[in-house]
């Protein structure tokens, strides 16, 4: 398994009333971690935090991996959910993490970045602007970090993150082309990602259907406007389609007694129950998906509290009277106009460039269920298509097997294929095991 350094971004970021100049690189004394601010773009500052894995042996010939990860929402931060909920060294109480990913060895507006002044006009509006800022961020910091020159990079994504890991690949590629970034593109890995809004919708009603959450009226509504969403998308009518998916959101969660979306095995709590509300008139979606993280965290005052006492403490660069959130919902609002458009386009042009493509997707979640994905997998153009339907699928195991069967791999040239078993959304939460095995797969590290 792959020894690492681990990038956290809280790329797209929470915003900021006060202005505060991009900040350099701070870290811990033994060097152990490093973060800081770029500022990506005038008045936009993304901040970032680096870890390398404390069994990376430098051996002078062989590079170690570099994994970035990218969170989902959008508008979720990989500093504060993906860091101490998922696949960072510590967790919520501080503890550490046994299945930390470094064992293995974003947009302007999340997490702790932010636009000055709190101008929500600074922010992304698009998955492209996104792309352009967070490849902003990669050149500078390795311009700035000759180790990180010599590291194959990883993008790693989560949820709508594998959006933004996409498009961003494809401009790192182009950055890297003109010698603006220094870096090498290892791979790309998409995790239960909302490639294909269109195709994921379509899979929710029969999902729910064979799993006994929804009988057949329930089946009928949700068939029905997940099909008047896949005729706005074909129509390009995008905002049309957002406030579709929020009616089909709602139908799910009546007709099933409210449905967990990122497992389906259970029940969303009472706090979630409702995830359209009324405010002044408006419709606003309640932001389910950092709610279900935030319900993970152990330590009183959950995740929240943790980020706005000690790590900002820690950090030393946030200002005293920014508050950090569960989420953006203002990132959120953003890039309504590009939620549901699909990237399968850019899945295609990455594995046409010979860049090694891995998806991986949860037997048990709903919002980007394996059906849906499997369904615009069967859409790319890519010529070895054809030959990776036909591959054969490989078992996975952990602890010698005593567990069974943890999940399937399927593989063919630069694409990969893992059905991980036991796990909803959020794999290396539900499933941390197989998702180990995935990563040390997937970076080729010469350290066991």
Same mark, same amino acid.
């Given at each position: 398994?792959?020894?690492?350094?681990?990038?956290?971004?809280?790329?797209?970021?929470?915003?900021?009333?006060?202005?505060?100049?991009?900040?350099?690189?701070?870290?811990?004394?033994?060097?152990?971690?490093?973060?800081?601010?770029?500022?990506?773009?005038?008045?936009?500052?993304?901040?970032?935090?680096?870890?390398?894995?404390?069994?990376?042996?430098?051996?002078?010939?062989? %590079?170690?991996?570099?994994?970035?990860?990218?969170?989902?929402?959008?508008?979720?931060?990989?500093?504060?959910?993906?860091?101490?909920?998922?696949?960072? %060294?510590?967790?919520?109480?501080?503890?550490?993490?046994?299945?930390?990913?470094?064992?293995?060895?974003?947009?302007?507006?999340?997490?702790?970045?932010?636009?000055?002044?709190?101008?929500?006009?600074?922010?992304?509006?698009?998955?492209?602007?996104?792309?352009?800022?967070?490849?902003?961020?990669?050149?500078?910091?390795?311009?700035?970090?000759?180790?990180?020159?010599g590291s194959p990079l990883y993008i790693v994504a989560e949820s709508y993150g594998g959006k933004f890991a996409v498009t961003t690949a494809l401009v790192a590629l182009q950055a890297i082309g003109n010698g603006q970034l220094k870096a090498k593109l290892g791979g790309v890995a998409l995790g239960d990602s909302w490639i294909s809004p269109e195709d994921s919708v379509l899979s929710w009603g029969p999902l729910l259907y064979e799993m006994s959450r929804i009988d057949?009226?329930?089946?009928?509504?949700?068939?029905?406007?997940?099909?008047?969403?896949?005729?706005?998308?074909?129509?390009?009518?995008?905002?049309?389609?957002?406030?579709?998916?929020?009616?089909?959101?709602?139908?799910?969660?009546?007709?099933?007694?409210?449905?967990?979306?990122?497992?389906?095995?259970?029940?969303?709590?009472?706090?979630?129950?409702?995830?359209?509300?009324?405010?002044?008139?408006?419709?606003?979606?309640?932001?389910?998906?950092?709610?279900?993280?935030?319900?993970?965290?152990?330590?009183?005052?959950?995740?929240?509290?943790?980020?706005?006492?000690?790590?900002?403490?820690?950090?030393?660069?946030?200002?005293?009277?920014?508050?950090?959130?569960?989420?953006?919902?203002?990132?959120?609002?953003?890039?309504?106009?590009?939620?549901?458009?699909?990237?399968?386009?850019?899945?295609?042009?990455?594995?046409?460039?010979?860049?090694?493509?891995?998806?991986?997707?949860?037997?048990?979640?709903?919002?980007?269920?394996?059906?849906?994905?499997?369904?615009?997998?069967?859409?790319?153009?890519?010529?070895?298509?054809?030959?990776?339907?036909?591959?054969?699928?490989?078992?996975? &195991?952990?602890?010698?097997?005593?567990?069974?069967?943890?999940?399937?791999?399927?593989?063919?040239?630069?694409?990969?294929? &893992?059905?991980?078993?036991?796990?909803?959304?959020?794999?290396?939460?539900?499933?941390?095991?197989?998702?180990?095995?995935?990563?040390?797969?997937?970076?080729?590290?010469?350290?066991?």
């Amino acid at each position: 398994m792959a020894a690492a350094k681990l990038l956290l971004l809280s790329a797209l970021a929470v915003l900021l009333l006060v202005l505060l100049p991009s900040a350099a690189a701070i870290g811990t004394a033994d060097g152990s971690e490093e973060w800081g601010y770029v500022e990506v773009r005038p008045k936009a500052h993304m901040f970032w935090w680096l870890y390398r894995s404390p069994h990376r042996v430098e051996n002078g010939t062989t %590079p170690w991996p570099t994994v970035l990860w990218l969170q989902g929402g959008p508008g979720a931060s990989g500093a504060g959910y993906g860091n101490f909920m998922e696949i960072g %060294p510590l967790d919520t109480d501080l503890k550490p993490r046994a299945t930390t990913w470094l064992n293995k060895d974003n947009p302007v507006g999340t997490g702790f970045s932010y636009v000055e002044g709190g101008n929500t006009s600074l922010l992304a509006r698009t998955d492209a602007k996104a792309a352009s800022d967070l490849t902003a961020l990669l050149i500078k910091l390795y311009r700035d970090n000759k180790r990180l020159q010599g590291s194959p990079l990883y993008i790693v994504a989560e949820s709508y993150g594998g959006k933004f890991a996409v498009t961003t690949a494809l401009v790192a590629l182009q950055a890297i082309g003109n010698g603006q970034l220094k870096a090498k593109l290892g791979g790309v890995a998409l995790g239960d990602s909302w490639i294909s809004p269109e195709d994921s919708v379509l899979s929710w009603g029969p999902l729910l259907y064979e799993m006994s959450r929804i009988d057949e009226s329930g089946l009928q509504q949700c068939n029905s406007i997940a099909q008047k969403i896949k005729a706005q998308l074909k129509a390009n009518k995008y905002a049309d389609a957002e406030k579709s998916w929020e009616d089909l959101e709602s139908a799910v969660l009546e007709q099933s007694n409210f449905v967990n979306f990122y497992n389906l095995l259970k029940d969303e709590s009472s706090d979630d129950a409702t995830t359209l509300t009324l405010a002044g008139g408006k419709r606003v979606r309640k932001e389910g998906y950092t709610s279900y993280l935030g319900s993970k965290a152990t330590r009183e005052g959950g995740l929240d509290g943790l980020m706005d006492t000690v790590i900002k403490a820690k950090l030393g660069i946030v200002p005293k009277n920014f508050t950090w959130g569960q989420q953006s919902g203002d990132v959120f609002e953003a890039l309504e106009g590009d939620f549901m458009k699909p990237r399968i386009h850019e899945v295609d042009e990455l594995l046409k460039l010979g860049v090694d493509v891995t998806i991986y997707s949860g037997q048990l979640d709903l919002i980007c269920a394996t059906k849906g994905t499997l369904d615009w997998v069967q859409k790319l153009k890519w010529d070895g298509l054809k030959k990776f339907n036909s591959s054969p699928r490989k078992p996975l &195991y952990c602890k010698g097997g005593e567990t069974g069967t943890q999940g399937f791999v399927r593989s063919y040239k630069n694409l990969k294929f &893992y059905w991980i078993l036991g796990a909803g959304h959020m794999i290396p939460i539900d499933n941390p095991c197989p998702a180990l095995t995935m990563l040390g797969d997937i970076t080729q590290s010469p350290a066991q």
